[in-house]
C-alpha cells in the first residue's frame, strides 16, 4: 500500500528543486522519498539543523588561551573555585535533572 503526501512549495523553489535533482539524476519524488527514508534511518533529520546567526565568540590565540589558564590556576591557588561535583548537583537541581 501506498500513501500520497501533497506538499505546497513556491513555484520557483518547485521549478530550481527540479532542475537540481534532473541534473543529479533523479526527481523531486524521489529526492523526497530519499529524505524521508534517510529521517527515519537517522531517527532524526539527516542534516544539521541550526539558526543561521554569526558566531559572537572568535578563537582565541595562543597568547589569550595561556592568559586564561594562569589566570585560572591564580584563583585556584587563591581558593577561588568550585568542585566539579558541586557544580553538577547545583544544574541537577535547577534544571531538575
Avoid: C
Amino acid at each position: 500500500m501506498s500513501s500520497t503526501i501533497q506538499v505546497r512549495v513556491d513555484d520557483d523553489l518547485k521549478m530550481k528543486s527540479d532542475s537540481l535533482f534532473k541534473e543529479l539524476g533523479t526527481d523531486t519524488t524521489t529526492a523526497i522519498r530519499m529524505f524521508l527514508t534517510q529521517a527515519v534511518a537517522y531517527n532524526g533529520f539527516p542534516f544539521e539543523i541550526r539558526k543561521n546567526v554569526s558566531n559572537s565568540y572568535k578563537p582565541l590565540t595562543e597568547d589569550e588561551m595561556l592568559e586564561k589558564l594562569a589566570a585560572s590556576r591564580a584563583h585556584a591557588e587563591q581558593g577561588l573555585y568550585r568542585d566539579a561535583d558541586d557544580v553538577v548537583a547545583d544544574m541537577r537541581n535547577k534544571y531538575g535533572l
